[in-house]
């Protein structure tokens, strides 16, 4: 079973949808969450980190369940501009090493 | 503020030469990491590193690979007699000082992408 596990789309959705990625962790010591994004043979970036009482920015919305080893982003009002590789990341306690999901793909269509 | 820097952005190296990648993290960051990235996978972890020191290694493959942070200029990753398998792209990240019980976000470097012929 992988570490981090996500569905790897694509999802392709219209301009103005709402659309939900999820992530799935199997190590309970997992601490840190994150998400990044990476566009097509560039470098990962970060979109932001997650936190137990759930974080939003702007349009983008994650969720932690901690109980279901669960991670969730959500992005309302979907631009041309998000179509990316979405990147599901955890890393454990008192360790300092990423652990990358292998990404959802996310294609934004007029 | 420069990001995270990596040179070269591509390489092409044949088999049996050697393979040198550079990464200067971010000002005021003395943590690097190097990931790499095979075609249509994930990235994986390969080493941690502070100056002169090497953190953790466990993903380094056990020969052919080393990597280094001298405590003036870039952190290197040095593949020695490359072959085939080792074309991928190959990122370099950077974060702050690490206190146990945080952890702090990385930042990457745009990468280098290494073609063995």
């Known amino acids: 079973r992988k570490e981090v596990e996500q569905d790897p789309g694509p999802f392709n959705v219209p301009e103005g949808a709402t659309v939900a990625f999820n992530c799935t962790y199997s190590n309970s010591a997992s601490q840190s969450f994150f998400w990044y994004r990476q566009d097509c043979r560039k470098e990962p970036k970060l979109l932001m980190s997650?936190?137990?009482s759930g974080n939003e920015d702007g349009r983008f919305t994650a969720q932690l369940n901690r109980a279901s080893q669960y991670i969730s982003l959500l992005i309302r009002d979907s631009k041309l501009s998000d179509s990316a590789t979405y990147l599901c990341v955890v890393n454990y306690l008192n360790t300092d090493k990423l652990i990358f999901g292998t990404g959802t793909r996310l294609q934004v269509f007029p | 503020n420069a990001g995270v820097m990596q040179n070269p952005r591509h390489l092409v190296r044949r088999r049996g030469q050697e393979a040198r990648l550079r990464c200067s993290p971010m000002k005021g960051h003395s943590h690097v990491y190097w990931y790499r990235q095979l075609p249509e996978e994930g990235l994986k972890f390969m080493v941690y590193l502070q100056k002169e020191n090497i953190i953790d290694e466990s993903g380094m493959p056990k020969e052919r690979f080393s990597a280094e942070f001298p405590k003036e200029g870039p952190s290197i990753l040095r593949i020695q007699q490359v072959v085939r398998g080792d074309s991928a792209a190959y990122f370099c990240a950077s974060s702050p000082s690490f206190d146990a019980g945080t952890s702090y976000e990385q930042y990457f470097g745009p990468g280098t992408r290494l073609t063995v012929t």
């Open positions: 997650v936190y137990s």
